[in-house]
């Protein structure tokens, strides 16, 4: 069978999810900083980079954007907290009805701070979601989906194909356009280029459907039970999103969903009882499937061990996660909470350097 | 292996075919000829099961495939039996990877991994697709995708390959690696093969059988040499067996070499034809033009002059930069160095109106320029939008393929009227240069000898042609001035007429029947034989 090259695909993105919720229990921007620095030394050392530039690029530039608007609304409409006044901005009074709403007015150091390492949590956790893109792409995670969810599996993939596909068209009707001295801009020119990109994107969803037909989507075994696959998939996608519920609850603390994490393990259960039912009847096969090893196994758990300690640590010494500006004070780093961000580097030993899959740029390097 | 049995189809008042009565056996090689419109893609869906079930439309009659009637067979039961392979290969795929997209039949049917693994190895051997495995299919060029299209029907191993204009889109090298490994496919494991072409000169070569619709509902079939000794639509090579009287026809240049001595013989005495040269007007320049998408280079220092009343071509590899020296030479793409001035100033610097008064240019997809419902509005708007008086335009294209019915719906016109409707708009404000983009692409030879009149008659008006083209045997009728391209730079200019003639790739079946005499169509030739008697 298959040796195991890499990391399999989900491996990644459970680390990379690991990671997240150790940014979500932190708000400690040096931590946060760190925390950062594994991402994209992971992500830089171990993304796969024959499928073109790595797009941690691109969220990395919408982190920082979300940081930067984060601190200017802060500016603008934030909360006047107190503290030492940097400057002060013309406020506009509010109506009684808008209490809540301010404008304006004094600008104070805490309040930027608080506002900086609010976006930078946020960040964070965009840089890990682009880490997990950069390390194995979506489409890869899809194809690694259990066979009940095939269907739905296949609708995204198809629908992450289909962006790129809907974007060389716009390109070339606009230039269409431009041939014939059209407005490419403006309401007239919107309208005539989403007109043929509609008909574009609907006539080539027609071609793919009838494609996919005539090879083999879709096709079902003889002998079955139609209600058993139903119930099957009901209940994969029921479980699934009892989990997404209880993950959330968890994560955002307290009680926003009492019951949270008995919610999560019913939908565990709920989610392996559908893919159980279905297990017999699957008829596809499964092309080359990346194994999941003791490589994966490892970088997943270093993930979510960074996630635990992260928050045995809270649980310990809250004060050595949190941090508040008030009173104005350097974030203090406790070796437990530096440990859970240096358990993250783990997968940089475990995961080999990607080389494409039975590919001769191995051979290549071997012989060269 | 195929039967169909007294077909009737139609999806509204008029049967697209009728009675179609025909069997294909078992590794045969199946060449579905007819003009735009006379059910060639239908015919071919069938097999699939496609049509009907895709399509809707009345069908009367049964398709049998491999023993199973297509009436109550879903495609998706046929995809072990039958492989389809569509106009537009890339609207088709489904994945992202080009390995993946092969294996996706198979993962469908439920095939064995490790079957499966050798099945994805032999197809990537099979096209030559090996080294593409780990491609992006957005980065691939036409011809490689027509080729993963291919491999991902036939690793599911199917026993039909059914296959609609497989070369259309491909330069001449590619097609015919195409169609060889086609050919090996039917004599190595007994592959059947069903295929529709509009460029007859390049698949007739290959066809043990050829089905002529003639759009009416009825049918011929049998040997190419004769089915298409009574047929209008004909390549070169059979056009030419015509005129010299051979008899059974040729359908092979290798076959025509061996006969034509005596028109070799006679043709020696013959003037050797000569080239119009155009007008001394310089329309249009480029010099050292680059220009690049990303990290590649599409244009390496192109140099090209256009003179008024000449029609050039420009030939080369899909992806060698044809388009986008159009695209500079239009002003929708901006060269990164160098420059192209066209009447003395730089296109991309004009206004788009002033723009379209000097150049025209007709994409690759002509339909992309129309966005009307109807064929009136389309022609009305363009008047106004060109400041034209009204009538102008439906003039324009009136002179190019008759009357249109006006309240028809522009994507419900044929290729060829579609295309003349395009050029109509392009050339109502009289520009002095044309730029066509790929022009014979899916018409059929009526539509092609009309394209080829208005060319000619744009050339005699003083209008300068720049046409990038794979179609050699339009080159052949039509072109003064040849460029050839490869991977952005120009490696050939000249007479078309010896960059033809010694090039093999681009050699129309003419020259290659008559080599090293220099004539390139069956006019060319019959003129000289009537001279010489």
Redesign the interface.
Known sequence: MTRERRPHAVAWWLWSAGLAIAALRTSNPLLLLLLAGVICVVTLALADR???PSPLGTFARVAAIIIVLRVVLQVIFGQRVPGHVLVSLPSLPMPSWAEGVSIGGPVTVEGLLSALSGGLRLAVVLLAFGAANSLASP?EVL?SLPGVLHEIA?AV??A??FA?EVLASVR??R??R?????PTTGIAGMR?IA??VLEDAL??S??????????????RPVVRSRARDRGAVALAIVGSLLVLAGGYGILAGSDVIPGAAWLAVLGVVAAAGGVLLSGRR????????APFGWRSTVCALSGWATAALMAVAGILDPASVTWSPWPLSWPAVTPLALLAIVVGLVPIPVALRPS?????RALVEVGA | MIRFESVSFRYDATWILRHLNLEVAEGELVVVVGPTGSGKTTLLKMI?G?VP??SGGEMLGDVVVDGRSIRDT???????T???V?Q?PA??????RV??EI???????????SV??RR?EDALDLMSL??L??R?L?TLSGGQRQRVAIA??LA?SPGILVLDEPTSALDPGAAEEVLASLTRLVHDVGLTVVLAEHRLERVLPFADRVVLLDGAGTVEVGEPGVVMASSSLAPPIIDLGRLAGWSPLPVTVRDARRRAGAVRAALDHAPVPTTLVGGTEVVAIADGLCASYGSTLALDGVDLEVRAGTITAVMGRNGSGKSTLL?CL?G?NQPSCGVATVQGTTPTAL???E??RRVG?V?Q?AS??L?CQRVDQECAT?DE??DLAPGTTSASVARLTGELDPARHPRDLSEGQRLALALG??LAPAPRMVLLDEPTRGLDYEAKRALVAVLAELRDEGVAIVMATHDVELVAQVADHAVVLAQGEVIAQGPAREIVCHTPAFAPQVAKVLSPLPWLTVAEVAGALEGVR
């Open positions: 024959t499928g073109g489409r194809r296949v993939t198809v992450l194909c790129p070339r009707v230039q269409a431009m041939l014939r001295g059209r005539g007109v043929p006539e080539r027609v071609q793919l459907a009838a494609s996919m037909g005539a090879r083999g989507f879709g096709r699957a008829v596809r096969t499964r092309y080359r499937p494409p899959r039975g590919s001769t | 699939d496609l079930h895709f879903p495609p998706t039961e046929l995809a072990s039958v492989g389809y569509g537009d609207a088709t795929f489904v994945t992202d390995e993946d294996a996706y039949a198979m993962e469908n049917l439920g095939i064995e991994p499966m693994r994805v090996h080294e495995r780990d992006q957005a991902a029907v599911a695209g239009a929708i206004s788009a109106k723009r379209i240019f994409p997809d992309l320029l966005y363009a939008e060109h708009i392009v």
